[in-house]
């Protein structure tokens, strides 16, 4: 069975940093796409980065872009997302997943497995 763990959540103050993982079961990681998403409450779940098989192509939601970094170590079958000059507004839950496809993607809908997600809660 598959199984994708986030951890690294907490809560930081406005300016600060987290890092987020993802650890997966078996060879989930290197042989998916693999993105970060979250959810804050009453607001539906939005894409925040995704990273290619090969760790080559990465993309970023426009409200993150320049201040996360998603990364990935195929050998510790782990994905990270690093958080820097976080804001109030990226607080919410965040999950990461990992998609079948061949190429990266933004939408929910091309991700198969989920995680139970990581809560991360930045205050001003």
């Known amino acids: 069975q598959v199984q994708l763990v986030e951890s690294g959540g907490g809560l930081v103050q406005a300016g600060g940093s987290l890092r987020l993982s993802c650890a997966a079961s078996g060879r989930i990681v290197s042989t998916n796409v693999m993105g970060w998403f979250r959810q804050a409450p009453g607001k539906e779940r939005e894409f925040v980065a995704t990273i290619s098989r090969s760790g080559v192509v990465r993309v970023y939601a426009d409200s993150v872009k320049g201040r996360f970094t998603i990364s990935r170590d195929n050998a510790k079958n782990t994905v990270y997302l690093q958080m820097n000059s976080l804001k109030p507004e990226d607080t919410a839950l965040y999950y990461c997943?990992?998609?079948?496809?061949?190429?990266?993607?933004?939408?929910?809908?091309?991700?198969?497995?989920w995680g139970q997600g990581t809560q991360v809660t930045v205050s001003s």
């Open positions: 997943a990992a998609s079948q496809r061949s190429g990266t993607s933004k939408s929910n809908d091309d991700y198969n497995y």
